[in-house]
């Protein structure tokens, strides 16, 4: 899976950071060299001389993986991104087509409003000034000029002596504008916009703005996105357009669609015989041999009652694959020791409005089957819903406090979650198996459970999405009811980083992660220290819990 596609799947939301460390868990379990610090580095080089980003994307998730507290790193990661990001979106024909249909006016009020609500609502306000915005904007239409794409598309042959010359000025000159507020980012724009149309021949002068309204969200951090209407309105239905979500990846070599791989620990890997290397035959009825990616991704969004079924051959039974995934699955026992010592194993592959529920299902099936300690495998979980993680913490948490929410508004700034759920809470003694592609709301559950010494955390440090994102709907191009309700949606909206996520014991979690109590890097020994673990405490009966009360100055 390349960035592109990752970053067409997921939009650039909350978690399109982590699903590319996932690329690496598509192989066979055969266990792969890993490329060392120093390969990654040096490919991460090459890529970016060559401009090919989604490679060098790739390359810094890995080195942040392994080192996340370098600053260089990370800066390099968050460039790359966007990079990678700007070189979809200028080859993307629904991007090209709002451009060329949108107005200067239109877009200037765009503008406006980007400039007007995203200060007050970013999680750093120091951040986010108008003066900030305006310099990554200018940033991000900098390298646009730069992008041959870009200037085919939107310019009508430019001299190259006066690109350079206006890029440089765009740095120098133009960002050393005062923006003191929207009003004056907005005058300043449509001067820029002016200066350009006398010097080149543009095809969509409206492009110029949607690039810096684009730099302005993204220089932000990585989560924080512009989405364009296409991206604002697509439904599931419309996205669904690869097996990712069950762990399936597949390709097209040679005109058949093959299975590129499975991911480990995923529903496929745990409830299918799929294999690297299968050719789909048909896939929902339709006839795989020599189709071409826009007729796979057509056949995908036709489920056949609430499957995707994949015929391997005559010889082969169908394979059948839920369009919902559960988020709780591959529930069993491992151990097969003496009753008293039986141990419970489920997969949480990620958060959703009906996990509480299947925790719950999923815990009382294993005590009805004798279990007496469960490990929850939160490996590879890169998050989901954020409310669903705390309400499985409270299933789990008789007491205490779970994550604190640190931002502007006034639903987000200082705002604990805690769970009094008393008796009513799950007191079977938990392991909980982490690695470095654990995030976002994955990370608010094993922070939850460690720092209220309610799990043993085995694995490793987790990747450290420690932010909750909001899409915030613009309504600058939309038409209004009296009421001044939106009847329309052309104005797209901004999916923006409106929190930063605090553990319990006061530790942040974004860019540093979660520490286990039991390090080690290897899955298979994990899973055997785990079970070894749970066995371990079996015969203590869990220790009454001293809940973590917030402390405010």
Sequence with gaps: MTAGQIIRRTGLSAVLLVLVVSSARADEPEKPTKPTVLQLRTTAEIAEKAG??????????????????????????????????QLRRHNDAQFQQFATTTSIPEVLNLFSEVMTRVPVLYVERDRSTPQVLWEHGLEELARALGNPIFRQTFFDNPPLEKLEWFRNSLRVSWAKQSITDAKSARVALRKLITSAQE?????????????????????????????????????????????????VYLTILDGAVVVAGIAPGSWASLHTNLRKGDVIIELNDHPMVG?????????????LNGFHVLELGPETAPVQL???????????????????????????????????????????????????????????????SFLSSVETAR?????????????????????PFTSESGMSAHDIPLVVLIDTETASAAEVLAAALKDNNRATLIGMPTFGKGTIQYPIRLIALDELDSSGKPQSARS????????????????AINGIGITPHIMEADPGNQLKLAIEKAVELVPTLPRPMMPLVPVYP
């Excluded at 797209?492 to 996520?501: F, N, S």
Aim: net charge positive; hydrophobic share 40%; with cysteine.
């Design 52 to 85: 090919d980003w989604e490679t060098a994307f790739t390359a810094y998730c890995h080195l942040f993986v392994v080192d996340r507290t370098n600053a260089e790193i990370r800066e390099k990661l968050n460039l790359a991104l966007r990079r990678a990001q």
């Design 492 to 507: 797209g909206a901004v999916r923006l980083t409106i929190a930063k996520l605090i553990a319990p014991r006061g530790g």
């Design 322 to 384: 839920p369009v919902t995934v559960p988020s709780i699955y591959g529930t069993r026992v491992l151990s097969s020791l003496a009753s008293k010592d039986r141990v419970g194993y489920l997969r949480l592959g990620s958060f959703t409005p009906s996990t509480p529920r299947e925790l719950d299902e999923a815990i009382h099936s294993l005590r009805a089957s004798g279990v007496r300690s469960v490990i929850i495998d939160l490996r590879g979980n890169m998050g989901g």
């Design 199 to 247: 010097t080149f021949v543009l095809r969509a002068p409206s492009v110029l703005a949607l690039e810096v309204i684009c730099g302005a969200c993204g220089g932000l951090d990585e989560y924080t996105v512009f989405l364009t209407p296409n991206l604002t309105n697509s439904t599931g239905a419309d996205s669904a357009s690869d097996l990712i979500a069950q762990g």
């Design 291 to 303: 189709v071409t990616t826009a007729q796979l991704a057509a056949a995908l969004r036709q489920p």
């Design 395 to 415: 299933r789990l948490l008789p007491a205490g406090l779970i994550v604190t929410t640190q931002g502007q508004i006034t639903e987000v700034n200082n705002i």
